[in-house]
């Protein structure tokens, strides 16, 4: 499997507890790229200064920790943009 | 990882303010409870029922939201608090005030000065601990504004609240003591308690309704209104000027009435469509107090203003407004600061549960709705000085203050 889809798939596992909907079907997740060991997940979370955020970023950062080839993860919190209609 | 922002502030900090919150609630509905007879005829201004006044405005309303404080201003403006250590102090100089002032204004409101005066280093401690917060703040918006003004307001309430003391210790007046008990009352609820939910109301509504690009262009109509109305309230007090009363509950009728649209405003851009519980009695508590404001600018047309009248708008607007937006909102708080402390560092590792999961939402329905049917039962009970019904809906207060405390309390077994 394609390294970007393993890490899109241990997203999944990353709940927003407000809503128990995961940060990649929330449609939070701009970008995902792998470098040198170091994947950089550009994100965003569902409302501005979010309270959840060092929760949320943590586990994003547990999440991909077990990846093979991944030794890092750096990830930055960009403004809103939410992806399927919450219900 | 990098972390953009820190907004934790260390749990046992709002904790500690809530669980003191929650016990003084439930201490001021049994002493209310006991003072029925004396309610039900129309008199407020007993020590008893001043006691249990305070018990519940300064032991569980101002408490709670200065600990609820402590949480959202690190998130609300993107600002740690300046010093955890002073805030466990003032903490305890603050609950101190509180217990000691409430036995004084029971047992011997005379000696009620000294008590208050340690009441009052508490608060001053909170204010300070405010001020040197919000001027690390980088980017100040009309969130600051709202809630500036209100610690304004909260620092005026306290300074006519000790001068109520002096007049009780001195046994005489400073100034007219009936000037300064309705300004105390006017800061106290509207200019601090309502300026506060304003301004957390307008991070908190679009926070657990999810909703985005609406315009904040008339949050400072809501706040010219509201102040404008708030100053000239208070002039009228001064100058016993009864059309300056009218103007002033006017204008702060149209300040709340904006406030209000702004919100339903607010709520048409929101993504999830489906508002949790609790909320939804958040915004019941906007509701009443749309009402209130109305009915408050209505009777004060009238030649003859009746006191009792303005007595039952007054307890309205503290219940149905101010106790019910804190209580809403702490069913939302609590598990989300337990969550936190409990679960954040397992998020991502291992199944963790939601916030929804961590309390009895249908528990919270039915206490709310007990809460909301003993307030019209104590409205009721007002209007008609029925005793029966006072024991009746007073009753269900109590009730609920306990059912209340266990539900939030069985957050922490999660």
Not at chain 2, 143 to 170: D, K, N, Q, R
Not at chain 2, 302 to 313: A, K, Y
Not at chain 2, 339 to 351: L, N, P, V
Request: glycine share 8%.
């Amino acid at each position: 499997m394609e390294i970007k889809a393993k890490i899109l798939e241990k997203l999944q596992n990353v709940l927003d507890p407000e809503l128990g909907i995961n940060v990649v079907d929330l449609g939070l997740i701009y970008k995902i790229e792998v470098k040198d060991g170091t994947a950089f997940i550009l994100m965003t979370l569902t409302t501005p200064g979010c309270p959840l955020h060092d929760s949320i970023a943590g586990g994003v950062k547990r999440a991909l920790r077990d990846i093979e080839g991944i030794q890092d993860v750096k990830s930055k919190s960009l403004g809103i943009r939410l992806g399927p209609l919450i219900e | 990882m990098t972390a953009n922002h820190t907004y934790e502030t260390n749990i046992r900090i709002p904790f500690s303010f809530i669980i003191f919150g929650l016990l003084a609630f439930f201490l001021s509905q049994i002493l209310l409870f006991l003072s029925t007879r004396q309610l039900s005829t129309g008199e407020m201004r007993l020590p008893v029922v001043l006691s249990a006044v305070h018990l519940l405005v300064i032991g569980f309303a101002l408490m709670t939201a200065m600990g609820a404080m402590y949480q959202l201003v690190p998130v609300v403006f993107l600002t740690p608090i300046w010093n955890e250590s002073f805030a466990f102090i003032q903490m305890v100089v603050t609950s101190l005030g509180i217990l000691s002032f409430s036995i004084s204004l029971a047992f011997n409101i005379q000696m009620a000065i000294f008590s208050g005066l340690l009441l009052t280093c508490g608060i001053v401690m909170f204010l300070w601990q405010m001020f040197m917060t919000l001027k690390k703040q980088k980017k100040r918006t009309v969130i600051t504004l709202f809630v500036g003004t209100a610690l304004i307001c909260l620092l005026l309430t306290i300074g006519l609240g000790l001068t109520l003391a002096y007049h009780f210790w001195s046994v005489r007046q400073l100034i007219d003591h009936d000037l300064i008990f309705k300004a105390h009352i006017l800061l106290g609820f509207s200019g601090w308690f309502t300026l506060l939910i304003f301004g957390f109301s307008y991070k908190m509504v679009p926070m657990f309704s999810l909703a985005h690009h609406f315009s904040m262009n008339t949050a400072r109509y809501v706040y010219i209104f509201y102040i404008s109305g708030l100053v000239l309230t208070f002039i009228s007090f001064i100058t016993a000027n009864d059309r300056l009363l009218s103007a002033g509950l006017q204008l702060m009728a149209v300040g709340y009435g904006l406030f209000a649209y702004h919100m339903f405003a607010i709520l048409k851009k929101r993504m999830k469509k489906k508002l949790d519980k609790p909320f939804l009695f958040a915004l019941l508590a906007i509701v009443f107090g749309v009402i209130l404001h109305i009915a408050a600018a209505g009777f004060s047309f009238e030649s003859e203003i009746h006191s009792r009248i303005f007595s039952i708008i007054i307890y309205c607007y503290l219940f149905g407004w101010i106790v019910l937006s804190i209580i809403s909102y702490l069913y939302k708080i609590v598990p989300f600061l337990w969550w936190t402390h409990r679960y954040s560092k397992k998020i991502g590792k291992e199944a963790v549960p939601t916030l929804k999961q961590m309390i009895n939402e249908k528990w919270i329905v039915m206490e709310c709705c007990l809460f909301v049917a003993s307030l019209i039962g104590m409205i009721a009970a007002l209007a008609s000085s029925s005793t029966g019904l006072f024991y009746l809906a007073q009753g269900g207060m109590v009730l609920f203050s306990g059912l209340f405390a266990c539900t939030i309390g069985s957050v922490l077994l999660k």
